[in-house]
């Protein structure tokens, strides 16, 4: 599985991105889908994940209510909209994905160890 992110750049603080990855591999809608970022000096954090079916989960604390992950089996291709975005969003954004089967994202999907293949990331800048 090969994964290809874009759509970072630099946008103000209340604006919106919306970032793609694109997955090559026959098998991708099968697979849990997650969105990680890591910001100058900090620990990857997770973001959101999507199951095969559609099933969503998020940070909570830091992205709730202002992300929204979704994905296109037919092209294979997984987003994250990113609204009312906040200085402390800046980051680099990586997708990844999970090729367990038959697993439950809220289990799994905010590990990053259960990840098994990763985008080379994409740079958010969010200016004040």
């Known amino acids: 599985v090969q994964l290809q992110a874009s759509g970072g750049g630099l946008v103000q603080a209340g604006g919106s991105l919306r970032l793609s990855c694109a997955a090559s591999?026959?098998?991708?809608?099968?697979?849990?889908m997650g969105w990680f970022r890591q910001a100058p000096g900090k620990e990857r954090e997770f973001v959101a994940a999507?199951?095969?079916?559609?099933?969503?989960?998020y940070n909570e604390d830091s992205v709730k209510g202002r992300f929204t992950v979704s994905r296109d089996n037919a092209n294979r291709t997984v987003y994250l909209q990113m609204n009312t975005l906040k200085p402390e969003d800046t980051a680099v954004y990586y997708c990844?994905?999970?090729?367990?089967?038959?697993?439950?994202?809220?289990?799994?999907?905010?590990?990053?160890?259960?990840?098994?293949?990763w985008g080379q990331g994409t740079l958010v800048t969010v200016s004040s």
């Open positions: 990844a994905v999970s090729t367990y089967l038959h697993t439950i994202v809220a289990t799994i999907g905010s590990n990053p160890y259960e990840y098994h293949y």
């Open positions: 999507i199951s095969w079916s559609g099933h969503r989960i």
């Open positions: 591999g026959q098998t991708f809608s099968s697979y849990i």
